[in-house]
């Protein structure tokens, strides 16, 4: 088994149209970490996940998945070897739940009987009944249920690693909470390497086993959360002001 | 006649046109998507390459139809009579709404899917075909329903270049001036064309709607339809066997009858199988069809042969015009065949009230009062050099007004409900008595001589010379007189042209 790291960045540049988002980029993911990458909007989180799957690529620097640059890839045999969750979800609405989650198992050729008695197991994980969720469309689901189906259909192919692009942010608070203790749940059980981006400090701890904190193009703190916590960064700082307010309210309140 | 009795007395006919016309429609529209979406996908996708496609689909679909047939014609391969020229015409018109409607479809695609999908590992080909596809598919069925839609309307059109279809009915009826068979064309179409909207409808809301069903067996019954539309009009529209001797005749009655005439005489007289392609829209299409071997043989006037088709100014009597006329047939290894035995000049017509009101029995007679009348002319009569244009120059003539320029075949009721007062028609025509009509004579002969006159290829006398011995029983023997009488018996009696023919060959036997 692979021993070094699920994934690294090096001295990374990348743009977005004319914009620089990425000034040297550096970071190690081991396996089966959770790394909560948190930064305000156009930070370059976005960027980060889909130079990891090879859907930009960088200006300069490189990019290893499993201690393999990802230039070197077949870059379908990446993506389908990374599962990618998005706030959008997106799900296919033309197809069932049960072919939404289908798709990559059935790229990589999986048998119908095989791929049917996945689908079973990953509803069952995520917590949808298969019997009455697999036949229905996206449009027939709840907001929290296609989040559901769109980690089940991220996780189909049993993936060493997952991507998440603030994949609860679309939810209400009380659904979100929900969704942040089944995530708690599966990944206890499963140990993938995750790689998570949102702009909620809240959420990066709740689900991080370590936070990064992007400014300015670069990594400005990476480490556990009760330490990004503790942190003097400014920059650190004004991502945490939201949950220090809140704090703030409930303590001085009464 | 009503329009229930006409179908009737012509029910094998009805078939085979309606088999025709969704012989037309079925399997233009399908090649149509075949070329259509494809090149649709490219546009979506290479904009800089799908913009002059999408341009070119346009500029086709601004090209009058007809005109496009006359385009075609003399092209090799897709040019020539018949459904094959239809069908490529067909094809024409069907493609930029199925062209425009993938394009928009796959672009209205939410990016958001597009982007989940490439995640996910899909390449490009998987990603069109599992979810760009299927999503744009509603719009894609749209396009279909709007192709064939316009399709069974252009194919109406198509029976000017002997493709056959309903538009068969609806040219005889602007010949014969009949509504019922007007109707008899027009009917069935319009319900041909419904009942395709309505079920492409039905299919592309649910494919909208509900979701639920197989967007894959959507498709399927969509495909499955028009190629039974196909497979059923070939089945109906009756094939052709090899040897056959093909009649062709111009749109206007007197064409219809003596197209009829040839080829039931070539019936009786030999063993040979004889197929019609009448009704065939004008002289040129005619002298086309002939050369390129799409018809065998058709009747033409001297007078038009030599101004309309050899371009020649009209010159010298009767015999000279015929012996020149068979001199550049030849050339062509065309064969004149000796004179039917009739003459059909253009008759200046006015209506009979105003002729003997103001006293007009000579065109120079109508010269002064010319400036208060409004005249209507056939398309052909307006550009032909022994047409209007010499006409005016010949009697000084001066209309209020430019003439109004009308299908030939409505010009007799034009006239008759006073919406012009003078027209161009056949000396022969049925409708001159039908209608109350004087025909002002050409008192400074201005107009050559226009012998009826068949002329064959001359291919087929040396490989049938049956075909020239049955022929020549015709030679000499329909008067103006004769023909008169049948061209009222078909415009005024609202006769078949086919019966009118078998009672004048049974006389004349």
Same mark, same amino acid.
């Given at each position: ?149 769109g980690v089940a259909r991220a996780l189909a ?98 | ?89 067909? *094809?024409?018109? #069907? @493609?930029?709404? /199925?062209? +425009?409607?993938?394009? &928009? !479809?796959? $672009? ?5 899917? %597009?982007?989940?999908g490439t995640a996910l590992g899909m390449t ?71 009942? *395709?909207?309505? #079920? @492409?409808?039905? /299919?592309? +809301?649910?494919?909208? &709607? !509900?979701? $639920? ?5 959507? %498709? ?290």
């Amino acid at each position: 088994m692979d021993t070094g790291p699920a994934i690294r960045f090096a001295g990374v540049h990348a743009s977005r149209g004319a914009v620089e988002v990425l000034r040297g980029f550096d970071l190690l993911i081991p396996t089966g970490e959770t790394v909560a990458l948190v930064g305000r909007s156009g930070a370059g989180k976005s960027t980060i996940l889909k130079l990891i799957n090879r859907m930009l690529a960088p200006r300069t620097g490189t990019i290893d998945v499993e201690g393999r640059s990802v230039a070197a890839w077949d870059r379908f045999d990446l993506r389908r070897h990374i599962g990618y969750m998005m706030q959008e979800v997106g799900l296919f609405p033309h197809m069932t739940v049960a072919r939404n989650i289908a798709v990559v198992p059935a790229l990589l050729g999986w048998s119908p009987s095989r791929i049917e008695a996945r689908v079973d197991e990953l509803l069952s994980l995520v917590g949808l009944e298969p019997a009455s969720y697999a036949a229905r469309y996206p449009a027939e689901l709840s907001g929290g249920q296609r989040q559901r189906v769109g980690v089940a259909r991220a996780l189909a192919a049993d993936p060493p690693i997952l991507l998440m692009d603030e994949p609860f942010g679309a939810l209400d608070p009380v659904t979100r909470g929900e969704m942040h203790r089944e995530f708690g749940r599966i990944q206890a059980q499963l140990r993938k390497t995750v790689v998570l981006v949102t702009h909620d400090m809240g959420e990066a701890f709740v689900l991080g086993t370590r936070v990064g904190v992007l400014a300015d193009g670069a990594l400005a703190a990476i480490d556990v959360p009760s330490a990004i916590a503790r942190s003097s960064d400014p920059r650190v700082q004004s991502l945490l002001q939201p949950l220090l307010d809140a704090t703030a309210v409930l303590e001085g309140g009464r | 006649m009503t329009l229930l009795q006409f179908w009737r007395s012509h029910a094998s006919e009805f078939a085979s046109l309606v088999g025709q016309h969704m012989m037309l429609v079925g399997l233009s529209t399908v090649v149509a998507v075949a070329a259509g979406v494809p090149l649709g996908i490219l546009a979506a996708h290479r904009p800089r390459l799908g913009a002059p496609i999408v341009w070119l689909a346009n500029m086709v679909q601004t090209i009058p139809s007809l005109a496009m047939f006359g385009f075609l014609l003399p092209l090799p391969f897709i040019g020539g009579l018949g459904a094959r020229m239809a069908i490529v015409v067909l *094809i024409l018109y #069907a @493609l930029l709404p /199925i062209v +425009r409607t993938t394009t &928009a !479809g796959l $672009r209205s695609v939410d990016p958001a899917l %597009v982007e989940a999908g490439t995640a996910l590992g899909m390449t490009p080909g998987q990603l069109l075909r599992e979810v760009e596809l299927p999503l744009a598919l509603p719009s894609i069925v749209a396009g279909i329903r709007v192709a064939a839609v316009i399709g069974v309307g252009t194919a109406t059109i198509a029976a000017a270049v002997g493709a056959g279809g309903l538009g068969e009915y609806i040219f005889r009826g602007l010949s014969m001036v009949d509504p019922t068979v007007i109707f008899a064309g027009a009917v069935p179409s319009a319900l041909l064309a419904l009942s *395709i909207d309505g #079920a @492409l409808t039905l /299919i592309e +809301r649910r494919l909208r &709607a !509900g979701r $639920r069903q197989r967007p894959r067996r959507r %498709v399927a019954v969509a495909v499955a339809l028009l190629a039974a539309l196909a497979a059923g009009g070939i089945v109906l529209a009756r094939r052709t066997p090899a040897g056959t001797i093909r009649v062709g005749s111009k749109s206007f009655t007197e064409q219809i009858i003596l197209g009829e005439l040839l080829a039931q005489a070539i019936e009786t007289r030999t063993r040979l199988p004889v197929e019609r392609r009448l009704n065939l829209a004008g002289t040129f299409i005619c002298d086309r069809a002939l050369r390129t071997g799409d018809i065998d043989m058709y009747v033409e006037y001297s007078g038009t042969a030599e101004t309309a088709i050899f371009h020649a100014p009209p010159a010298g009597g009767r015999e000279e015009v015929l012996a020149r006329l068979a001199q550049r047939y030849a050339a062509a290894d065309l064969t004149l065949l000796p004179p039917l035995g009739f003459e059909n000049t253009f008759a200046m017509l006015v209506r009979g009230a105003d002729a003997r009101a103001n006293g007009w029995r000579t065109l120079s007679d109508l010269v002064p009062d010319a400036p208060t009348l409004k005249a209507g002319f056939g398309y052909e009569f307006l550009q032909r050099q022994d047409g209007y244009p010499g006409l005016v120059r010949a009697y000084r003539l001066r209309f209020a007004g430019t003439p109004a320029a009308m299908d030939l075949s409505l010009t007799y009721r034009a006239l008759a409900e006073r919406q012009v007062d003078l027209i161009a028609g056949d000396a022969t025509s049925g409708l001159i008595e039908g209608y109350d009509l004087v025909m002002l004579a050409d008192d400074r002969h201005y107009f050559p001589p226009y012998d009826a006159v068949p002329i064959v290829r001359g291919a087929v006398l040396r490989e049938h010379p049956e075909v020239g011995e049955a022929l020549s029983h015709l030679a000499g023997r329909i008067d103006a007189a004769a023909m008169r009488r049948m061209n009222h018996a078909v415009d005024a009696g609202h006769r078949d042209a086919a019966d009118v023919a078998r009672e004048f060959l049974d006389m004349i036997k």
